[in-house]
């Protein structure tokens, strides 16, 4: 779906500025996991477009060095 596409172009570029780096292996139940609780923790990012939201989400979970 949307999330697992915007995972999948984070490997290769940034999206609003966030970067994901070593998370290749990483299931999809466990990406959407991730955007769930990001969501649910940062409730100030509701208003965000999604891929702003999800990229957040996967770029505090997963930094680059």
Do not use: H
């Amino acid at each position: 779906g949307y999330v697992t596409a915007l995972a999948d172009l984070l490997m290769s570029e940034s999206v609003a500025g966030y970067k994901a780096c070593n998370f290749e292996t990483v299931r999809t139940q466990e990406i959407m996991d991730i955007v769930r609780n990001y969501i649910a923790a940062n409730q100030g990012m509701n208003s965000r477009p999604a891929r702003i939201v999800a990229a957040a989400a996967l770029a505090k979970a997963f930094p680059c060095p």
